[in-house]
C-alpha cells in the first residue's frame, strides 16, 4: 500500500494521518504544493516518483488524496488482506478482469466543517488504483466478455490512462476519478476534516490563496470574522448552501485524535470557545 498525499504547511495534519496509518501503509511519498498552486503537476509528479522510484508490484495499492482525507485503517486493511466470502472485502481480491476484477476505487468520507464537532454530510476522496504493469494494463482493458456494467465503465475509464503515456497524468486522473461512476465507491471509508487549522494564521493564509478569486476578499481575512465563525460554524464566505450539524461530542474520529486530545483540541472543542480553539488568540 503506498500512500501518495499533498503537504503544504500543515504539519498536524500530517502526523495524524502518518500515526493513524503507520501500520498499514507501506510507504509515504510526500508531493510538496508549492502555496496552494499547480495540484495536477504536484500530484502527477508524485505518481511518477512513486512508479519510478518505489517500482510497485503487480497488484500492489496506490491511494492518492489530500492530507486532510484520512482513509479508516480498517478499509485499507481489508484491501491488503482481502478475505474470500467476506461481503466487503471480496471487492478487493485480486482476480482475472474476466471473471470481473475492479482495480478502481472511490472513497466516501464523513465531512467535517472546522472540526470534528460540524458535520456538513459526506465527500468523495480518495482514489485508490491496483497498480498493473503496462502490458498486464493494456491486456485486462481490452479483454471482452460477459462483464456487467460497473466493470464495463471501469474498463474504459482506465482504457484512457497509461496507454501511450506509460502512466505520465495518472495523478490527475486518479483525482478526477472521485466523480467518475468508473470508480466503484467504498462508503463511509475515511475522514475529511476541512479548513481544521490550529490557528488563525493558517486560515488567512489559505483563504488569501484560495483558487475562487471571489472568496480571496478582505473581509474574509479578518480575525473577528474568523472567529465568530469557526465559534459557531458558520461559513467563512457566506454560501447560504454550506450547512453544518453540530455534534457536541462526537466519537467518530481518527484514533490518533481519540488519544491525544489535549493536542489537537482544537479539532474537537471550537463551538462557543471564546477563542475558537486557535492557538494563536
Known amino acids: 500500500m503506498i500512500d501518495i498525499i499533498l503537504l503544504n504547511t500543515e504539519l498536524d495534519l500530517l502526523e495524524i494521518r502518518l500515526n493513524?496509518?503507520?501500520?498499514?501503509?507501506?510507504?509515504?511519498?510526500?508531493?510538496?504544493?508549492?502555496?496552494?498552486?499547480?495540484?495536477?503537476?504536484?500530484?502527477?509528479k508524485g505518481v511518477e516518483i512513486t512508479i519510478k522510484e518505489l517500482q510497485p508490484r503487480e497488484g500492489d495499492w496506490i491511494l492518492l488524496s489530500d492530507l486532510d482525507e484520512v482513509p479508516r485503517p480498517s478499509i485499507l486493511l481489508a484491501m491488503k488482506y482481502p478475505e474470500p466470502g467476506s461481503e466487503t472485502t471480496s471487492l478487493f481480491l485480486d482476480h482475472p478482469v474476466s471473471?470481473?476484477?475492479?482495480?478502481?476505487?472511490?472513497?466516501?468520507?464523513?465531512?467535517?466543517?472546522y472540526s470534528y464537532e460540524y458535520y456538513k454530510g459526506t465527500w468523495m476522496g480518495p482514489v485508490v488504483m491496483r497498480y498493473r504493469e503496462r502490458e498486464s494494463h493494456l491486456q485486462r482493458i481490452k479483454l471482452t466478455g460477459s462483464e456487467n456494467a460497473e466493470l464495463k465503465t471501469q474498463k474504459e475509464f482506465m482504457a484512457t490512462i497509461g496507454v501511450n503515456s506509460g502512466w505520465t497524468g495518472l495523478g490527475s486522473n486518479m483525482r478526477a476519478a472521485r466523480h467518475e461512476e468508473a470508480a466503484t465507491?467504498?462508503?463511509?471509508?475515511?475522514?475529511?476534516?476541512?479548513?481544521?487549522?490550529?490557528?488563525?494564521?493558517q486560515v488567512i493564509e489559505k483563504s488569501q490563496s484560495y483558487s475562487h478569486s471571489e472568496h480571496n476578499q478582505g473581509e474574509y481575512q479578518k480575525k473577528?470574522?474568523?472567529?465568530?465563525?469557526?465559534?459557531?460554524?458558520?461559513?467563512?464566505?457566506?454560501?447560504?448552501?454550506?450547512?453544518?450539524?453540530?455534534?457536541?461530542?462526537?466519537?467518530?474520529?481518527?484514533?490518533?485524535?481519540?488519544?491525544?486530545?489535549?493536542?489537537?483540541?482544537?479539532?474537537?472543542?471550537?463551538?462557543?470557545?471564546?477563542?475558537?480553539?486557535?492557538?494563536?488568540?
Open 99 to 113: 471473471e470481473g476484477a475492479l482495480d478502481l476505487f472511490r472513497f466516501e468520507c464523513r465531512f467535517y466543517y
Open 185 to 201: 465507491v467504498v462508503d463511509d471509508a475515511c475522514w475529511h476534516c476541512s479548513w481544521c487549522f490550529s490557528s488563525v494564521a
Open 224 to 281: 473577528e470574522w474568523i472567529l465568530d465563525h469557526y465559534r459557531r460554524g458558520g461559513d467563512l464566505f457566506e454560501r447560504a448552501s454550506e450547512i453544518v450539524t453540530i455534534i457536541p461530542t462526537n466519537f467518530d474520529i481518527p484514533d490518533y485524535i481519540r488519544y491525544n486530545r489535549n493536542k489537537y483540541s482544537y479539532m474537537l472543542e471550537r463551538n462557543g470557545a471564546p477563542n475558537a480553539g486557535f492557538t494563536d488568540i
Open 20 to 44: 493513524e496509518l503507520f501500520y498499514v501503509v507501506d510507504n509515504f511519498v510526500l508531493a510538496h504544493n508549492d502555496g496552494w498552486g499547480n495540484e495536477h503537476y504536484t500530484r502527477n
